[in-house]
């Protein structure tokens, strides 16, 4: 028996923020081309919404509970995996002081879908399609191609049960799993780092504020 997956990656405080999380989610194709997954994937390539949690406003609520409760109508089919790293710690590395920029726009990444697939049953093999939120610093590496790659090497010599066949990037509001993706590291960066962004209590930004607004209404998601 086969599964097929869809893999998405996106990123958040990679570039202005001391800690950063790549995260990665897994949907399998079946569901992800349902009618109702396709048509708010329609509804984003027509740029009926927007997604992004750092641009976040109040305004924004019903449409991100509507996407996060049309993904997670079935439960237990989407699986998540995720690493949140302090840029100051691969600089002050004695081996990676001079190759930050490849840890977090090529390992990184390669790392956080690995270890999302390795994770799976070997008792059924796996078929995946990674598509990756594009950016300038991943087109420069050829990021789509080498992790491709550099997973089925890892699937090889490990005797892995799994195997890459196609690997994107995609622009923004093209894929209704980045963005999905996009919600749920964002929320969870908040969440972790909660004491730090918000600092004085009484001088939370507005931003902030609706960020916590939506992080605090898991309740709604189910």
Not at 8 to 27: A, P, Q, R
Not at 67 to 84: A, E, P, R
Not at 105 to 114: D, F, L, N
Not at 206 to 215: A, D, H, P, Y
Request: net charge positive; hydrophobic share 35%.
């Amino acid at each position: 028996m086969t599964q097929n997956l869809n893999i998405f990656l996106d990123e958040t405080g990679k570039k202005n923020n001391e800690l950063s999380l790549i995260g990665v989610i897994s949907i399998p194709v079946d569901f992800y081309n349902s009618n109702k997954i396709q048509e708010l994937n329609n509804e984003l390539k027509k740029n009926s919404f927007k997604l992004h949690f750092t641009q976040y406003d109040k305004s924004h609520y019903d449409i991100y509970i509507k996407v996060i409760k049309s993904m997670l109508q079935t439960n237990g089919i989407i699986k998540m995996n995720g690493i949140i790293f302090m840029k100051s710690q691969f600089h002050s590395h004695p081996l990676l002081k001079s190759k930050v920029n490849d840890m977090i726009y090529e390992k990184v990444p390669e790392r956080v879908i690995y270890g999302l697939l390795r994770n799976y049953s070997n008792l059924e093999s796996i078929m995946a399609n990674i598509y990756i939120e594009n950016s300038e610093e991943y087109q420069a590496r050829n990021l789509a191609i080498n992790i491709k790659e550099q997973i089925n090497t890892h699937a090889l010599y490990r005797f892995d049960n799994f195997k890459i066949r196609k690997s994107n990037l995609v622009s923004k509001n093209q894929q209704i799993g980045v963005e999905f993706t996009d919600i749920l590291i964002g929320i969870l960066r908040y969440i972790i780092c909660f004491r730090d962004i918000i600092g004085d209590l009484n001088h939370i930004s507005k931003s902030t504020f609706n960020q916590r607004l939506i992080t605090i209404s898991r309740k709604s998601f189910l």
